[in-house]
């Protein structure tokens, strides 16, 4: 199947400080892509769909202020989590869309941890 | 409300002792059903992806079956490697038929272990 990098794998940073996680298409461009944020032993939850191009799209209680994604080109898409918070810590998860638009492929995850 | 039910939470199996998980969903509209398997600490893995009630895919020891209302993960003679969270999800496509922004719900999930 199709392979979806992300980086990096794991973070620990101060509270008050921005933190980027990015997300790639390593062998197919995605046009679409997904992020999402998983709790222990929770599901996954929708965040935000980006489009290459313009402007993402943010599921309902994810404040885009926070939460910045960029997908600047059809291979790459970031998350920015701005002036974290220890409630922020999360394990972060991106998707994109294959290339046959029948299926997403994940990520490896990014662990936040705000201290 | 559109919603996804996995059922059991957890399982615990004996190497060799084959069982089922079961995602049942209140969709209006179902354009995809999904399963993936993730395990601790990774992203999720794609395992399949079915369209239609009826419609069964097969991949080594996984079986997955779809009808109208709920769809089973098959699980045939299970190794210990097989252990993990196995996650099914349902597609809500929205941008209008065809449109490539399909959006993803998840269950969630039930985490097997496969004892040696």
């Known amino acids: 199947g199709a392979v979806v990098s992300q980086h990096p794998s794991w973070v620990i940073c101060k509270s008050g400080t921005s933190v980027k996680i990015e997300c790639r298409s390593l062998?197919?461009?995605?046009?679409?892509m997904f992020w999402y944020r998983q709790f222990p032993k929770q599901s996954l939850m929708l965040m935000a769909t980006?489009?290459?191009?313009?402007?993402?799209?943010?599921e309902q209680g994810v404040e885009k202020d926070k939460f910045l994604i960029n997908h600047a080109s059809l291979t790459l898409s970031t998350l920015t989590v701005t002036s974290a918070h220890p409630e922020d810590s999360s394990f972060y998860i991106c998707?994109?869309?294959?290339?046959?638009?029948?299926?997403?492929?994940f990520g490896q995850g990014t662990r936040l941890t705000v201290v | 409300e559109d919603q996804v039910t996995q059922s059991p939470e957890a399982l615990r199996l004996q190497e060799g002792e084959s069982s089922s998980l079961n995602c049942s969903y209140t969709v209006s509209g179902l354009r995809g059903l999904f399963w993936y398997r993730q395990d601790p600490g990774k992203g999720p893995e794609f395992l399949f992806t079915l369209y239609s009630a009826g419609e069964e895919k097969e991949k080594e020891r996984l079986k997955a079956t779809l009808t109208k209302k709920e769809s089973f993960l098959h699980i045939t003679a299970p190794k210990p490697e097989d252990s993990a969270t196995y996650l099914c999800a349902y597609d809500e496509r929205v941008g209008g038929s065809g449109g490539s922004n399909y959006k993803l719900t998840f269950g969630k999930g039930t985490l097997l272990t496969v004892n040696p």
């Open positions: 998707s994109a869309a294959g290339p046959k638009n029948t299926e997403a492929f």
């Open positions: 062998d197919f461009q995605a046009t679409t």
């Open positions: 980006s489009n290459e191009g313009s402007k993402a799209t943010y």
